[in-house]
């Protein structure tokens, strides 16, 4: 059994889904490989090849490969697969961008968001909106999978790998990055934040984000949003959490002003502790909450911040 696994880097280190995926790749056991594909990325490729239980890093390094343009990895990855039995990446926008592209190319079916490897052959991964664990058997002579990130352990340094340069594909030009306007953000990254205070619609306002910034802040913690908290423009696009946006599973997930929609939890039912504020008694939220205050979010969030600031 060989894997590869395509690492998402920032070109001098690995993403934790980098690491998760070498930590998903060891529990099929066998021989791991890793890709690092990029542009002037040598510190990456080094990051990758300290990782325990790595036999050699794959470094595609050339500007085509710069801005992580998902037509081109696809290619190389394409090119690359043939000799492994897995290709495995993070299921985050990286992952999930490339790799039904690679499927494509080779004509096999992509198995996305794995949870769980039970063999080399056997997976689970959810399905409508985590409320149910599919089990899948591949058959495919390569298999390729991207892996939730929160869902294996990573990687530890500890390992010495040589890196060898692979020959790369010449570009297909079939995109091209117009601009990249990175989100100004002095708060903990939301995927991997240990505490999200989680907003709803019941935040109703500007002012009710600003308690809920506050709050975050004071905790130190990212904040999510629901779909409904975004459609009505309370919250960014890249905050929602859920089916249709990220997937979080941090330490504590305080949920404010949401009802707890299935959509919703799917993205944070992995949370350790859910603390739940709202003023309905009946609000689904409280049936997955492993504390609940029923109370109005503009009485119960001052008084926490202020507790908080003493
Ligand atoms: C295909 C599909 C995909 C979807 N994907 C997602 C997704 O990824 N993420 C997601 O979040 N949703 C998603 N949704 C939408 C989802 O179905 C819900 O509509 C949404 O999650 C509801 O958001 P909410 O809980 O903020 O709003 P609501 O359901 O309107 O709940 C608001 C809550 O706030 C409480 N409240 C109101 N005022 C106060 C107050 N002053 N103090 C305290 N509590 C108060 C209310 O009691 C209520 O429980 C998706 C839907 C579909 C169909």
């Not at 490339?98 to 689970?124: G, K, W």
């Not at 030009?173 to 939301?190: H, M």
Request: one cysteine or more; charged letters at 20%; glycine letters at 8%.
């Amino acid at each position: 059994m060989r894997t590869l696994v395509v690492a998402e880097h920032d070109s001098t280190t690995l993403t934790r889904g980098a690491r998760s995926a070498v930590g998903a790749a060891a529990k099929l056991g066998g021989e791991i490989d890793v890709l690092v594909a990029g542009w002037q990325c040598q510190a990456a490729a080094e990051a990758a090849a300290r990782l325990a239980g790595v036999r050699r890093v794959l470094f595609a390094d050339a500007e085509h490969y710069a801005h992580d343009l998902a037509e081109e990895l696809a290619q190389l990855v394409a090119q690359l697969a043939p000799d492994y039995t897995h290709v495995l990446t993070g299921a985050t926008v990286y992952g999930r961008n490339f790799l039904p592209r690679t499927a494509a190319l080779l004509d096999v079916t992509p198995l996305s968001d794995v949870v769980e490897i039970q063999s080399s052959e056997r997976f689970v991964r959810p399905m409508y909106a985590g409320n149910v664990l599919a089990t899948v058997i591949m058959r495919d002579a390569t298999k390729l999978l991207t892996v939730r990130v929160t869902a294996f352990e990573e990687a530890q340094a500890g390992g010495g790998a040589p890196i060898d340069r692979v020959n790369v594909p010449a570009p297909r030009a079939l995109s091209a990055l117009v601009e990249r306007i990175p989100t100004v953000a002095d708060r903990p990254d939301l995927r991997t934040a240990s505490i999200v205070v989680g907003a709803g619609r019941g935040v109703a306002s500007a002012d009710g984000m600003k308690l809920v910034e506050t709050l975050a802040d004071r905790l130190g913690a990212a904040i999510g949003a629901t779909r409904a908290a975004v459609d009505t423009g309370l919250a960014p696009n890249d905050w929602q959490v859920g089916q249709t946006g990220k997937v979080v599973a941090p330490t504590l997930y305080l949920a404010v002003g949401l009802s707890g929609a299935i959509q919703h939890v799917a993205g944070m039912s992995g949370s350790k502790i859910i603390v739940a504020i709202n003023r309905d008694p009946d609000a689904t939220i409280f049936e997955i909450a492993d504390y609940g205050l029923v109370s109005d979010l503009f009485t119960a969030l001052p008084e926490l911040i202020a507790v908080l600031d003493r």
